[in-house]
T-cell receptor, first 116, second 112 residues
């Protein structure tokens, strides 16, 4: 079983619809992240959460919201989807690390989202 | 100017070749450097993780960091068709922020 599971794997929807992408993890990590990947732009951070009560905006949070329901669950919502939100979305997790160190992130297999 | 620049390729090499993948960056605060491999329809998978300058070797893979030049490299020796994937560099500053900055990714094809 995958350590970081994303659902759905694929989704096609229409402009204006509300969409929720879900992420669950069995790695026991406190930190969770949402990224989107676009051709030629790499991965860009949307939101991140260091624990259940801590939610932070990333580089491109406009048009998105998140909910951290539990340590293991972090969902991403598009309240009113628009075509330029068509992309590949990834959830990631990491340990908090110690001191000033940063720990690597571990990714799910993504959700391919198309908005018509 | 992007903080991290990576040649998107595609890069095509014959099996057995030595592959060099590179990233440049502009933020001198970056201290932690990672290389991820991403197969089609899969998430990025961590390959190498290094701190500050120097080399790190793991099997056929060697990661190199030159902080004075703001340049990192990933070398793949004896490349195999199974190495065909997109390779992403990523980096972050100290301070335990958890915020990674990614390059655009380089697509590699190793031909048998």
């Amino acid at each position: 079983d995958a350590d970081v599971t994303q659902t759905p794997r694929n989704r096609i929807t229409k402009t204006g619809k509300r969409i929720m992408l879900e992420c669950s993890q069995t790695k026991g990590h406190d930190r969770m992240y949402w990224y989107r990947q676009d051709p030629g732009l790499g991965l860009r951070l949307i939101y991140y959460s260091f624990d259940v009560k801590d939610i932070n905006k990333g580089e491109i949070s406009d048009g998105y919201s998140v909910s951290r329901q539990a340590q293991a669950k972090f969902s991403l919502s598009l309240e009113s989807a628009i075509p330029n939100q068509t992309a590949l979305y990834f959830c990631a997790t990491s340990d908090p690390g110690t001191g000033m160190s940063n720990q690597p992130q571990h990714f799910g297999d993504g959700t391919r989202l198309s908005i018509l | 100017q992007k903080e991290v620049e990576q040649d998107p390729g595609p890069l095509s090499v014959p099996e057995g070749a030595i592959v060099s993948l590179n990233c440049t960056y502009s933020n001198s605060a970056f201290q932690y450097f990672m290389w991820y491999r991403q197969y089609s329809r899969k998430g990025p998978e961590l390959l190498m993780y290094t701190y500050s300058s120097g080399n790190k070797e793991d099997g056929r893979f060697t990661a190199q960091v030159d902080k004075s030049s703001k340049y990192i490299s990933l070398f793949i020796r004896d490349s195999q068709p199974s190495d065909s994937a997109t390779y992403l560099c990523a980096m972050t500053a100290s301070g335990n922020t958890g915020k990674l900055i990614f390059g655009q990714g380089t697509t590699l094809q190793v031909k048998p």
